[in-house]
Every structure is written in C-alpha cells, then in structure tokens.
C-alpha cells in the first residue's frame, strides 16, 4: 500500500497543553480517518473526512482533509490524561483497503 | 451491545506449530475484516469477507495463512507453521456494512512465536 508518514512519532506534553499531528502521503486519497488506540484495544475511529478542505470537529477534537488531498492533521485541544494513546492517520484511495500510518504516541502528565 | 469478540487473547507457541484465532463480530455486521498489526506499525489488512464470500485476500500469505467464514458470522485466521516473525497483534474488525469507516476493531489477539 501507499506509504504515510505521520508525525510527530511521540509527543509529551502537560495535561491542558493542545495538540497538533498530521499526516502526509506521496499518494492522492479521497478520504482520511483518524484512529486513536489504546494498550490492549484496538483503533476506534475518531473523525472521518471526505473532502478536500474538509474541516470536522468531534468534541475537542478537529481533524482537516488537505487541499492537495495528500495529507491530513489532528489537533486536541486542553488535552486530558485520558488523551493517552497513540493516534493513526489511514488513507483510502479506492476499494476498501485503508493505508495506515505509523501512529502518535501522546503521553499526558498531569 | 457487545463488541467484536476475540480469542484468544494471548498466545504463546514454538515456530512451527499451528495457530488459530476466532472472531466474533457484532451481531448484524456482515462484513469482516481480519489485520495484522506489527509492534509500532498501524495495522495491515490481511483479508475481508461480505458474508461468507472473501472479497480481498490479496495480502493474506497463502502459504501459511488461511482464513474462513462457513456461516458468514464468525470467523477463524490459521497460521500453519507459524514463523518468528509472525509474532504481532492480529485484529478483527466488523462493519454492517461495507463502508470501512463503519468498520468497529476487535481487542486483537497477541501472538508470540518463539
């Protein structure tokens, strides 16, 4: 599959700090989802986008569908402890099989 | 409503042996998905079913892997012989319908191959 490079690769940061990651790919896709996984689960989906420029929020999280449609970010706002995990970006281009990237480890201290 | 259903949770075995693992998907969920997640990688499709049909088994190693859905509910992934680096987390997913972002992961089984 095509290769996503998302980054950055870890983060640690104070409780109440915001977040940015986002995620690039040499490949066009036509949607992007954002996962977060926690120790021991699997990925929950987070926020899906469908168009370029897209921009959705789903609480304190707001996720955007690049222009270019070759990449995407995920900020969290006043992060929380419960925000631990690591993030994954996934791109579709045809068919039904997601490109996932590396993932966002996100460590909050208190 | 329960979740996708996984077992086991763990498993240990030498290289060689075979292996299986079992999923239950939500109840009503016809299409399922089976990944492979390496440490520190996202996960990998490995196959997907609609039903009891495999719609994409592109990437499953034919070799040593197989996978069926008799009755189009639950699953079994087999390994046979596992090798060392089989060693990762294997997910389930389900989706009622074939829309990957309605898909709902499984809790995943661990496995180790020593």
């Known amino acids: 599959g095509q290769q996503l490079n998302q980054s950055p690769q870890s983060m640690f940061i104070q409780e109440g700090e915001d977040v940015s990651m986002n995620c690039t790919s040499s490949?066009?896709?036509?949607?992007w989802l954002w996962y977060k996984q926690d120790p021991g689960e699997g990925p929950v989906l987070l926020i899906a986008?469908?168009?370029?420029?897209e921009l959705t929020s789903n609480g304190r999280l707001t996720a955007q569908f690049g222009i270019t449609r070759k990449d995407s970010f995920l900020n969290i706002s006043a992060s929380i402890p419960s925000d631990v995990g690591i993030y994954f970006c996934?791109?579709?281009?045809?068919?039904?099989?997601?490109?996932f990237g590396k993932g966002t480890s996100l460590l909050v201290t208190p | 409503e329960a979740g996708v259903v996984q077992s086991p949770r763990y498993k240990i075995i030498e290289k060689k042996q075979p292996v299986a693992f079992w999923c239950n998907p939500i109840?009503?969920?016809?299409?399922l998905y089976w990944y492979l997640q390496n440490l520190g990688q996202g996960p990998e499709l490995l196959i997907r079913?609609?039903?009891?049909?495999?719609?994409?088994d592109s990437q499953l190693p034919k070799d040593r892997f197989s996978a069926e859905r008799l009755k189009g509910v639950d699953s079994t992934l087999k390994i046979q012989p596992a090798e060392l680096g089989d060693s990762a987390v294997y997910l389930c997913?389900?989706?009622?319908?074939?829309?990957?972002?309605?898909?709902?992961f499984g809790p995943g089984t661990r496995l180790l191959v020593l």
């Open positions: 079913y609609e039903n009891e049909e495999a719609v994409d």
């Open positions: 996934a791109g579709l281009s045809a068919g039904y099989a997601l490109n």
């Open positions: 997913a389900s989706s009622p319908d074939p829309r990957v972002e309605t898909q709902y």
């Open positions: 490949s066009i896709f036509n949607t």
């Open positions: 986008l469908y168009k370029a420029g």
């Open positions: 109840s009503g969920h016809n299409t």
